[in-house]
Protein backbone atom coordinates (compact mmCIF):
# COMPACT_ATOMS: atom_id res chain seq x y z
CA UNK A 1 0.00 0.00 0.00
CA UNK A 2 1.22 3.53 -0.75
CA UNK A 3 1.79 6.32 1.37
CA UNK A 4 -0.68 8.55 0.08
CA UNK A 5 0.85 12.28 1.36
CA UNK A 6 -1.76 15.34 1.11
CA UNK A 7 -0.47 18.54 1.14
CA UNK A 8 -3.14 20.85 1.67
CA UNK A 9 -3.68 24.68 3.44
CA UNK A 10 -6.55 26.69 2.63
CA UNK A 11 -4.33 29.64 2.41
CA UNK A 12 -2.97 30.85 -1.10
CA UNK A 13 0.39 30.94 -2.03
CA UNK A 14 2.25 29.63 1.07
CA UNK A 15 4.43 26.77 -0.92
CA UNK A 16 1.84 23.47 -1.17
CA UNK A 17 2.89 23.01 -4.95
CA UNK A 18 6.48 23.93 -4.32
CA UNK A 19 6.64 21.12 -2.01
CA UNK A 20 4.42 18.62 -3.48
CA UNK A 21 6.77 18.94 -6.42
CA UNK A 22 9.98 19.09 -4.79
CA UNK A 23 9.22 16.60 -2.33
CA UNK A 24 7.69 14.22 -4.93
CA UNK A 25 11.16 14.45 -7.00
CA UNK A 26 13.39 13.84 -3.90
CA UNK A 27 11.58 11.02 -3.10
CA UNK A 28 12.42 9.68 -6.58
CA UNK A 29 15.92 10.52 -6.40
CA UNK A 30 15.69 7.86 -2.94
CA UNK A 31 14.32 5.56 -5.36
CA UNK A 32 11.01 5.39 -4.12
CA UNK A 33 7.93 5.01 -6.80
CA UNK A 34 6.33 8.07 -6.46
CA UNK A 35 2.73 9.27 -7.93
CA UNK A 36 2.01 13.21 -7.94
CA UNK A 37 -1.35 13.80 -8.36
CA UNK A 38 -2.53 17.69 -9.45
CA UNK A 39 -5.81 18.28 -7.86
CA UNK A 40 -5.35 22.17 -8.39
CA UNK A 41 -7.20 23.59 -11.32
CA UNK A 42 -4.63 25.91 -11.17
CA UNK A 43 -2.29 23.56 -12.39
CA UNK A 44 0.90 24.20 -11.02
CA UNK A 45 2.36 21.19 -9.74
CA UNK A 46 1.57 19.65 -13.53
CA UNK A 47 3.36 22.89 -15.34
CA UNK A 48 6.47 22.51 -12.73
CA UNK A 49 7.26 19.28 -14.40
CA UNK A 50 6.88 20.90 -17.72
CA UNK A 51 2.79 19.54 -18.06
CA UNK A 52 1.04 22.18 -19.75
CA UNK A 53 -2.57 22.62 -20.31
CA UNK A 54 -2.18 23.33 -23.94
CA UNK A 55 -0.92 20.09 -24.30
CA UNK A 56 -4.78 18.77 -23.57
CA UNK A 57 -3.37 15.22 -22.04
CA UNK A 58 -5.91 12.90 -20.47
CA UNK A 59 -5.74 14.32 -16.52
CA UNK A 60 -7.38 14.16 -13.39
CA UNK A 61 -10.67 15.06 -14.42
CA UNK A 62 -10.83 13.39 -17.38
CA UNK A 63 -10.32 10.06 -15.33
CA UNK A 64 -12.30 10.88 -12.45
CA UNK A 65 -15.63 9.62 -13.12
CA UNK A 66 -13.88 6.59 -14.87
CA UNK A 67 -11.27 5.44 -12.87
CA UNK A 68 -10.74 2.18 -14.83
CA UNK A 69 -9.10 3.98 -17.31
CA UNK A 70 -6.46 6.62 -15.14
CA UNK A 71 -3.49 4.55 -16.59
CA UNK A 72 -4.08 6.28 -19.54
CA UNK A 73 -3.33 10.10 -17.57
CA UNK A 74 -0.24 8.68 -15.79
CA UNK A 75 2.47 9.89 -17.48
CA UNK A 76 5.99 9.55 -17.03
CA UNK A 77 8.41 12.80 -15.83
CA UNK A 78 11.51 12.07 -17.46
CA UNK A 79 12.66 11.80 -13.79
CA UNK A 80 13.12 8.16 -13.07
CA UNK A 81 10.60 7.09 -10.46
CA UNK A 82 8.52 9.81 -10.54
CA UNK A 83 4.95 9.90 -12.30
CA UNK A 84 2.33 12.68 -12.57
CA UNK A 85 -1.32 12.61 -12.67
CA UNK A 86 -1.40 16.04 -14.75
CA UNK A 87 -4.63 18.94 -13.04
CA UNK A 88 -6.27 21.44 -16.02
CA UNK A 89 -8.91 23.88 -15.34
CA UNK A 90 -11.52 21.69 -15.84
CA UNK A 91 -11.36 20.47 -12.36
CA UNK A 92 -13.39 23.60 -11.54
CA UNK A 93 -16.35 21.21 -13.27
CA UNK A 94 -15.48 18.79 -11.14
CA UNK A 95 -16.48 19.94 -8.09
CA UNK A 96 -19.52 20.91 -9.20
CA UNK A 97 -20.52 18.05 -11.22
CA UNK A 98 -19.56 16.13 -7.98
CA UNK A 99 -21.73 18.43 -5.56
CA UNK A 100 -25.10 16.39 -5.91
CA UNK A 101 -23.67 12.77 -6.66
CA UNK A 102 -23.56 9.97 -3.74
CA UNK A 103 -20.27 9.18 -2.07
CA UNK A 104 -19.10 12.36 -4.04
CA UNK A 105 -15.93 12.92 -1.44
CA UNK A 106 -14.90 9.54 -2.39
CA UNK A 107 -14.36 9.61 -6.18
CA UNK A 108 -10.42 10.24 -6.13
CA UNK A 109 -10.00 7.81 -3.48
CA UNK A 110 -11.63 5.46 -5.60
CA UNK A 111 -9.77 6.79 -8.98
CA UNK A 112 -6.41 6.22 -6.64
CA UNK A 113 -6.66 2.92 -5.18
CA UNK A 114 -7.00 1.70 -9.21
CA UNK A 115 -2.94 2.44 -9.02
CA UNK A 116 -2.26 2.36 -5.42
CA UNK A 117 -0.06 -0.84 -5.34
CA UNK A 118 2.00 0.65 -7.81
CA UNK A 119 3.71 3.55 -5.92
CA UNK A 120 5.30 3.84 -2.69
CA UNK A 121 4.16 7.45 -2.08
CA UNK A 122 1.19 8.87 -4.04
CA UNK A 123 1.43 12.95 -3.44
CA UNK A 124 -1.34 15.21 -3.96
CA UNK A 125 -1.30 18.84 -4.46
CA UNK A 126 -4.36 20.48 -3.24
CA UNK A 127 -5.63 23.63 -4.06
CA UNK A 128 -5.65 26.77 -1.61
CA UNK A 129 -9.55 26.18 -0.33
CA UNK A 130 -11.23 23.69 1.88
CA UNK A 131 -13.70 22.67 -0.94
CA UNK A 132 -14.58 19.10 -2.57
CA UNK A 133 -11.59 18.82 -4.16
CA UNK A 134 -9.09 19.07 -0.81
CA UNK A 135 -12.20 17.37 0.64
CA UNK A 136 -11.71 14.22 -1.95
CA UNK A 137 -8.12 14.69 -1.60
CA UNK A 138 -8.47 14.39 2.48
CA UNK A 139 -10.48 11.28 1.55
CA UNK A 140 -7.98 9.71 -0.37
CA UNK A 141 -5.30 10.15 1.59
CA UNK A 142 -3.88 8.73 4.78
CA UNK A 143 -1.44 11.20 5.82
CA UNK A 144 -1.35 15.03 6.36
CA UNK A 145 1.08 17.68 5.59
CA UNK A 146 0.06 20.96 6.39
CA UNK A 147 2.52 23.73 4.06
CA UNK A 148 2.95 26.76 6.71
CA UNK A 149 4.57 30.39 5.37
CA UNK A 150 6.84 32.20 7.84
CA UNK A 151 4.90 35.38 7.88
CA UNK A 152 2.81 37.38 10.30
CA UNK A 153 -0.29 35.72 9.60
CA UNK A 154 0.83 31.91 9.54
CA UNK A 155 -1.32 30.25 12.01
CA UNK A 156 -4.97 32.39 11.26
CA UNK A 157 -6.92 29.99 9.02
CA UNK A 158 -4.96 26.88 10.09
CA UNK A 159 -7.65 26.47 13.31
CA UNK A 160 -10.02 26.00 10.35
CA UNK A 161 -7.81 23.40 8.73
CA UNK A 162 -7.26 21.45 11.61
CA UNK A 163 -11.02 21.32 12.44
CA UNK A 164 -11.49 20.13 8.43
CA UNK A 165 -8.91 17.62 9.15
CA UNK A 166 -10.78 16.31 12.62
CA UNK A 167 -14.32 16.68 10.85
CA UNK A 168 -13.07 14.31 7.84
CA UNK A 169 -11.10 11.93 10.23
CA UNK A 170 -14.38 11.29 12.37
CA UNK A 171 -16.70 11.07 9.41
CA UNK A 172 -15.18 9.85 6.55
CA UNK A 173 -11.45 8.78 6.45
CA UNK A 174 -10.91 7.53 9.59
CA UNK A 175 -7.25 6.06 8.40
CA UNK A 176 -6.26 9.97 8.33
CA UNK A 177 -3.21 11.04 10.27
CA UNK A 178 -0.98 13.92 10.15
CA UNK A 179 2.32 13.61 8.90
CA UNK A 180 3.70 17.41 10.33
CA UNK A 181 3.83 20.88 9.69
CA UNK A 182 6.51 22.26 7.46
CA UNK A 183 8.03 25.81 7.66
CA UNK A 184 8.21 27.28 4.22
CA UNK A 185 9.65 30.27 2.74
CA UNK A 186 12.18 30.88 6.31
CA UNK A 187 14.30 33.75 6.13
CA UNK A 188 16.66 33.43 9.23
CA UNK A 189 17.56 37.13 8.55
CA UNK A 190 14.05 38.09 9.44
CA UNK A 191 13.09 37.95 13.28
CA UNK A 192 9.38 37.30 12.04
CA UNK A 193 10.23 34.50 10.42
CA UNK A 194 12.40 33.20 14.30
CA UNK A 195 9.35 34.05 15.83
CA UNK A 196 6.92 32.37 13.72
CA UNK A 197 8.74 29.19 14.29
CA UNK A 198 8.94 29.61 18.10
CA UNK A 199 5.12 29.85 18.19
CA UNK A 200 4.11 26.93 15.62
CA UNK A 201 6.57 24.86 17.56
CA UNK A 202 4.50 25.59 20.60
CA UNK A 203 1.50 24.80 18.93
CA UNK A 204 2.51 21.85 17.19
CA UNK A 205 5.54 19.80 19.41
CA UNK A 206 5.13 16.95 17.93
CA UNK A 207 4.49 17.92 14.29
CA UNK A 208 6.61 19.90 13.08
CA UNK A 209 9.39 18.89 10.80
CA UNK A 210 12.69 19.73 11.78
CA UNK A 211 13.82 20.41 8.51
CA UNK A 212 12.52 24.14 7.33
CA UNK A 213 12.54 25.24 3.59
CA UNK A 214 14.23 28.53 3.65
CA UNK A 215 13.86 31.58 1.00
CA UNK A 216 15.64 30.34 -1.67
CA UNK A 217 15.06 31.93 -5.29
CA UNK A 218 16.17 28.93 -7.35
CA UNK A 219 13.12 27.33 -5.60
CA UNK A 220 10.68 29.79 -7.45
CA UNK A 221 12.86 30.03 -10.56
CA UNK A 222 12.99 26.05 -11.04
CA UNK A 223 9.48 25.65 -12.27
CA UNK A 224 9.59 28.41 -15.11
CA UNK A 225 11.79 25.85 -16.32
CA UNK A 226 9.27 22.67 -15.94
CA UNK A 227 12.05 21.28 -13.41
CA UNK A 228 12.16 19.99 -9.95
CA UNK A 229 14.80 22.26 -8.19
CA UNK A 230 17.44 19.16 -7.61
CA UNK A 231 16.96 18.79 -11.46
CA UNK A 232 17.75 22.60 -12.01
CA UNK A 233 20.76 23.37 -9.16
CA UNK A 234 20.94 20.41 -7.53
CA UNK A 235 23.81 22.12 -5.05
CA UNK A 236 20.85 25.44 -4.09
CA UNK A 237 19.39 25.58 -0.59
CA UNK A 238 16.59 24.66 -1.50
CA UNK A 239 17.42 21.60 -3.24
CA UNK A 240 19.26 20.46 0.13
CA UNK A 241 16.32 21.46 1.95
CA UNK A 242 13.85 19.73 0.06
CA UNK A 243 16.09 16.28 0.15
CA UNK A 244 16.41 16.36 3.63
CA UNK A 245 12.85 17.09 4.07
CA UNK A 246 11.96 13.70 1.66
CA UNK A 247 14.56 11.87 4.24
CA UNK A 248 12.73 13.18 7.20
CA UNK A 249 9.11 12.16 6.05
CA UNK A 250 10.91 8.60 4.67
CA UNK A 251 11.95 7.92 8.42
CA UNK A 252 8.47 9.08 10.21
CA UNK A 253 5.67 6.97 11.44
CA UNK A 254 2.24 9.07 11.43
CA UNK A 255 1.38 9.41 15.14
CA UNK A 256 -2.69 10.16 14.70
CA UNK A 257 -4.36 13.36 15.54
CA UNK A 258 -3.08 15.96 17.83
P1 LIG B 1 -1.55 28.23 -4.29
O1 LIG B 1 -2.30 28.37 -3.02
O2 LIG B 1 -1.82 29.30 -5.28
O3 LIG B 1 -1.68 26.85 -4.90
P2 LIG B 1 0.91 27.31 -3.16
O4 LIG B 1 0.54 27.20 -1.73
O5 LIG B 1 0.92 26.08 -3.98
O6 LIG B 1 0.00 28.40 -3.90
P3 LIG B 1 3.50 27.84 -4.27
O7 LIG B 1 2.94 27.98 -5.64
O8 LIG B 1 4.29 26.63 -3.97
O9 LIG B 1 2.34 28.02 -3.20
O10 LIG B 1 4.41 29.10 -3.89
C1 LIG B 1 3.93 30.41 -4.07
C2 LIG B 1 5.05 31.24 -4.71
O11 LIG B 1 6.16 31.30 -3.82
C3 LIG B 1 5.56 30.66 -6.01
O12 LIG B 1 5.91 31.70 -6.87
C4 LIG B 1 6.80 29.88 -5.58
O13 LIG B 1 7.76 29.78 -6.62
C5 LIG B 1 7.31 30.73 -4.43
N1 LIG B 1 7.99 29.92 -3.41
C6 LIG B 1 7.50 28.85 -2.76
N2 LIG B 1 8.38 28.39 -1.85
C7 LIG B 1 9.47 29.19 -1.94
C8 LIG B 1 10.74 29.25 -1.26
N3 LIG B 1 11.04 28.37 -0.30
N4 LIG B 1 11.60 30.20 -1.62
C9 LIG B 1 11.30 31.11 -2.58
N5 LIG B 1 10.14 31.11 -3.24
C10 LIG B 1 9.22 30.17 -2.94
MG1 LIG C 1 -0.36 25.49 -5.52
Redesign the pocket.
Known amino acids: MARRIVIANQKGGVG??TTAVNLAASLAVMEQKVLLVDC?P?G??SSGLGFYPQDQRENVYSVLFEPKNIHKAIYETGIPFLRILPGTQNLVGAELELVDKLGREYYLKDLLMEVDGEFDYILI?C??SLGLLTVNALCAGNELLVPLQCEYYALEGIAQLLMTYELVRKRLNQDLDILGVVLTMYDARNRLSWQVKNEVRRAFPQHLFETIIPRNVRLSEAPSFGKPVINYDIKSKGAEAYLALAQEVARSHTVGAA
Open positions: KTDQNADPP
